[in-house]
């Protein structure tokens, strides 16, 4: 069954490459995020008290992989490793309350985007559509996507290219107000470099870069065209950033679980990318 399948002999003959396919991400990151499990697991049990789990810290950090990058329903899981749904729930959820807790795996947040020796970064918002909720349907509701969506906005640095902070909100709300409602605090040394979903952020932060619009009576001139790619090459960098997220199927089919836990997952995959560009 899975652990035979999964076992250490025949992950160790797949490349690099194929061993990220399978996972989502490369051997360095795999075997940290073992060592943060076993040393909960071994602070858990440290006075042998409880059920041992059937699984070691491997399995559960492979299950956890496997869920958020393929996305399957739970069941299939529960037949694939012998164990029961809810045995499943709760190794997903054990490794990400773990990791989500552990420095290595958690955005620096808050205290390097509001620092003024910060560096300039890109800003983008990103959308991962949802099953239609029950309640609150019209602020979840995209009228971009024409479905219920969670926005996920990206704060990421141009030089060092690590995702600092994101900020959560609803499909209804404007990215601009996304953004209106969490920059408070930002340095002003600090230049936002962001698309045309940003019209008006010059307003509220002078140091800010978007491109120039074109209208009917009001076609481009040379120096705005090559400005707009003087940005488009800059921003590149986290557009790549939202195609690496959504490498695991989480965040780029709909998601199924309940909404509490969006935000942990989106934290956690994206602090997995900024350790995999460390």
């Known amino acids: 069954m899975g652990k035979e399948q999964y076992s250490e002999e025949r992950l160790k003959k797949l490349n690099y490459t194929k061993f990220v396919r399978l996972l989502g991400v490369g051997r360095v990151i795999f075997y940290a995020m073992i060592r943060t499990i076993q040393k909960e697991l071994n602070k858990k049990h440290k006075n042998k008290r409880g059920r041992t789990p059937k699984y070691g810290a491997r399995e559960m950090v492979i299950i956890f992989l496997l869920y958020i990058k393929q996305y399957n329903a739970m069941e299939d899981y529960a037949f694939e490793w012998d164990v029961s749904k809810s045995v ?3 190794y997903i959820h054990f490794v990400l309350n773990t990791l989500i807790k552990d420095r290595n795996f958690t955005l620096m947040g808050s205290k390097c985007t509001k620092n003024e020796n910060s560096e300039n970064r890109l800003l983008d918002v990103t959308e991962i559509r949802i099953q239609r909720p029950k309640y609150n349907q019209k602020s979840k509701y995209s009228g971009k996507k024409k479905y219920h969506t969670m ?3 990206i704060i990421k640095g141009t030089d060092t290219g690590f995702i600092y902070e994101i900020q959560i909100g609803l499909g209804a709300e404007h990215d601009f107000h996304l953004f209106k409602r969490t ?11 962001a698309d045309l979903g940003y019209v008006g952020i010059n307003k509220i932060h002078n140091n800010s870069k978007i491109p120039k619009k074109k209208s009917k009576n009001h076609p481009l001139t040379e120096d705005d065209i090559n400005y707009n790619k003087d940005i488009g090459s800059t921003r590149i960098f986290i557009e790549h950033t939202n195609g690496w997220i959504k ?19 989106a934290i956690l995959i994206c602090a997995l990318y ?5």
Request: with cysteine; aromatic share 22%.
């Open 274 to 278: 900024n350790f995999y560009i460390a």
């Open 183 to 193: 920059f408070e605090g930002t340095p002003e040394n600090v230049t936002y470099t």
């Open 88 to 90: 499943i729930c709760e």
């Open 151 to 153: 926005k996920i906005q």
């Open 247 to 265: 490498r695991f199927k989480i965040l780029s089919t709909k998601f199924r679980n309940n909404l509490n836990f969006f935000a942990p997952f």
